[in-house]
């Protein structure tokens, strides 16, 4: 009985957690692995993306993705109860997917602004679980996926965009950190990113008008 009654709400959660277990493990086996960006040769430096941050945002996806049926379920029933358990996952899938970066931070230790790691995973993965409740989990993810992309060719064909984006490239020595912004602005944009996704869970439940108007099956 216990199982049974504990299955409807911790399955999609398992979800979130291996898939961060898993880009945890490629993230360890790829750590030196990047997509170059470089619209434009020398002088403008190309800007890397390490596929470990790629990992981590396929991760929040997956999870996102994975925990639609029982947020689905929780709105149809309405009330504060449904809001605080969307709210929760929000937080715990944000969580979970970002702890591979610090996981990582081990095997950077000789890389400049290694931290940077962290608020890049951490801007990244709250972006998604901002953005499904109205787009859905993939549509999110990939449009987070090319938003990283572009902001990288951005910052390739604008010499010096770097120092003011908060999302920091990799150069030839590690992270470019954004020396123009002040010292906090990084992290505070990043935790301020996440109490966002998780205040858009608990308003929507997880989901949106148009998601229910789709069809009784969330899948």
């Keep these: 009985m216990v199982t049974v009654a504990l299955r409807p709400s911790l399955l999609p959660m398992l979800g979130a957690l291996v898939a961060a277990i898993a880009a945890t493990v490629l993230g360890r086996i790829l750590i030196g692995a990047v997509v170059p960006i470089a619209v434009f040769d020398w002088p403008n430096e190309e800007q890397r993306i390490p596929i470990a941050e790629l990992l981590c945002v396929c991760a929040a996806t997956a999870g996102a993705w994975a925990n639609r049926p029982r947020l689905w379920e929780w ?38 602004n290694p931290w940077s790691l962290v608020t890049n995973v951490l801007l990244a993965v709250a972006a998604v679980y901002l953005l499904s409740p109205f787009l859905g989990a993939v549509p999110s993810g990939l449009l987070v996926l090319a938003g990283i992309l572009l902001g ?33 602005t990084v992290p505070v944009l990043a935790v301020g990113l996440t109490l966002a996704a998780v205040a858009a869970h608990a308003v929507t439940h997880g989901s949106t008008a148009r998601a229910r108007r789709r069809g009784a099956d969330p899948h």
Excluded at 160 to 166: D, E, Q, W
Excluded at 171 to 181: H, I, N, Q, T
């Design 75 to 112: 709105e149809r029933l309405g009330g504060a109860r449904t809001r605080i358990r969307a709210a929760v996952v929000a937080a715990l899938g944000v969580l979970l997917s970002t702890t591979a970066a610090p996981a990582l931070l081990s095997t950077t230790a000789g890389a400049q």
């Design 152 to 184: 990288a060719a951005a910052c390739n064909m604008v010499p010096g965009l770097y120092r003011v984006s908060p999302y920091a490239y990799v150069g030839s020595d590690g992270w470019r950190a954004p020396d123009l912004l002040p010292g906090a």
